[in-house]
């Protein structure tokens, strides 16, 4: 069964990578191919088609690929929050969280994430028109196998952008090097916005019907992940080496250290509330899917009771 990432070289999915490159998804019983697929929303319309088994990307993901989130599930969360970073060149002088300061300026963004950050700048009050702010892709990112955080700190270093949108990964690069300076980090700083999406792995109904003992097997493998890397982020490295470039290698770890707090498997009816709203208003949605719509109830079960507690609503 193939498993695909929107961004490899990132802490953003790291849950669903270490399950497979720790060998613990073998242990539960299924075998996995890990690739890089980009943009997100082109993984959604490959887990639609059946091309992949499994996305490990962002929860509202499927809402771009299945209308009305017919045909596909969330099975659990890798993380919490919404979890990318807004970065920029340091001349421009913007303070951390002075969203107003934005203006005249170029954003990468990758497809997908592009629609946090255009509705975290709505509900801020900064127009995007009015201020002349471009939010897109960046061109050398695509189709190019580069994981887009690394991309996106890589453009920067070479003026392409004027600012990025991405993981956790290509902020610590760009903030290490001195390219670029943090300007808002959406799961600790953007108040409601850090709530409007998070990442998550999908499947289809299909899998889940045909598959469920696979799905399961995934399932477990994923929160195990997660409890291991919480008490040993060190793991990481391990779970990195071979898979990530040198540099980026030796950071994991520290990445995964900030972030495990996060991880945790649990999809409440709050979380899917958000998340169902949050669809509706970037019009990836008509009307707000419900939780059952949304998360499939098959699972819970495995979201470890003895940690997160017996209610896994």
Known sequence: MRIAVPDLVSPSYFPA?????????????????????FPVTDAAHALRTGEIDFLAGAAHAPAHAFPGWSGAKLVAALSHGMYWFLV??????????????LRGVRIGAAPGPDLGL?????????????????????PAAEGTGVSF????????????????????????????????????DARRDGGPAGSYTFPALAATDRTIEHRPDAVAALTRALVRAQQLLRDDPDLATKAA????????TSMI???????????????????????ADFTVRAHLTDRAPTHDE????????????????????
Not at 17 to 33: H, K, P, Q, W, Y
Not at 294 to 311: C, H, Q, Y
């Open 17 to 37: 990578i270490a399950a497979v490159e720790l060998g613990l998804a073998r242990d539960e019983g299924v075998e996995l191919e890990l690739e890089l697929l």
């Open 88 to 101: 920029m060149r340091p001349d421009a002088g913007i303070a951390r969280g002075d969203l107003a300061a």
């Open 118 to 138: 255009r509705l975290l700048l709505a509900d801020a009050g900064v127009d995007i028109e009015e201020r002349a702010i471009e939010i897109g892709p960046i």
């Open 149 to 184: 955080g690394v991309a996106a700190a890589q453009a920067l270093a070479s003026g392409r952008i004027d600012g990025f949108w991405a993981n956790g990964m290509g902020a610590e690069l760009a903030v290490r090097q001195g390219t670029g300076t943090l300007v808002l």
């Open 241 to 248: 080496t071979g898979l990530f470039p040198p540099l980026e």
């Open 253 to 275: 770890a520290t990445l995964v250290a900030r972030d495990s707090p996060y991880y945790d498997p649990r999809i409440t009816t709050d979380t899917s509330r958000a998340l």
């Open 294 to 313: 949304i998360v499939s109830p098959a699972f819970r079960r495995l979201w470890t009771p003895g940690f997160i507690g017996e209610d896994t609503g």
